[in-house]
Every structure is written in C-alpha cells, then in structure tokens.
Nanobody, 126 residues
Framework: QVRLVESGGGSVQSGGSLRLSCAAA?????????MGWFRQAPGKEREAVAT???????TYADSLKGRFTISQDNAKNTVYLQLDSLKPEDTAMYYC???????????????????WGQGTQVTVSS
C-alpha cells in the first residue's frame, strides 16, 4: 500500500504563489513511483495539471502551461508543484496521484494512476 501525503495548500490573493508537496510513503523500500498532479474545482470534473518523468522532464496540461512548475526529488519519492500568478479560477482541490514503477512515460490520464492523496485546498481570491 502507498500513502500519499500532500501539503502546501492555502488561501492567497490573485497573483500570489503557493508550493505544493506530495510525498509517497510505502512499506517497501527502494520503491519507484510515477507521480502527477490533478485538480478538481467545485462542480467541475477532475482535470490533469502536470506530471514528470524519471529524467525530470515535465508534461503540463495545455491550458496550464507557463504558470505552474512541477519538480521532483526521486530519492525522497516527493513531487512538488509551484503555482505562480494564481488566478481565482485556479481555486480547486489539488490531488497528488501515483502509480508504481519508474516513470519513463508519465500520463495525464487520471485512470492510469493507482494511488491518490487526500487533496490539498487552494483558494485564490480576487
């Protein structure tokens, strides 16, 4: 079983920044995970935000390129999401997701992931 622990959400004004973190914890040592970020706003479907491959190459949802930056610390099985120039429409619950294995081909499809965090709320006021 894998547990994903997210942190870093909060409330900011439009134009502000936040940094989200997600750490994958497992009873098995030397585990590898492919991790990504998704978000879901009230009344809307979940949407992909970003993922990152084993070499650190990011993939972003087309609509979110330029303001968000995903990064990772493979040794810690931790992925980060830097949110800059936040807008009120970025208000959502942000979820970390993971699937076992080395991340050669990351995916922005939610159903490809086996494990999900509890979510961290990001609220942007105008």
């Amino acid at each position: 079983q894998v547990r994903l622990v997210e942190s870093g959400g909060g409330s900011v004004q439009s134009g502000g920044s936040l940094r989200l973190s997600c750490a994958a914890a497992s009873e098995y040592t030397d585990s590898f995970y492919c991790m990504g970020w998704f978000r879901q706003a009230p009344g809307k479907e979940r949407e992909a935000v970003a993922t990152i491959d084993v070499h650190g190459r990011p993939t972003y949802a087309d609509s979110l390129k330029g303001r968000f930056t995903i990064s990772q610390d493979n040794a810690k099985n931790t992925v980060y999401l830097q949110l800059d120039s936040l807008k009120p429409e970025d208000t959502a619950m942000y979820y970390c997701a993971a699937k076992p294995g080395i991340c050669w081909l990351p995916s922005l499809i939610g159903s490809d992931y086996n494990y999900w965090g509890q979510g961290t709320q990001v609220t942007v006021s105008s």
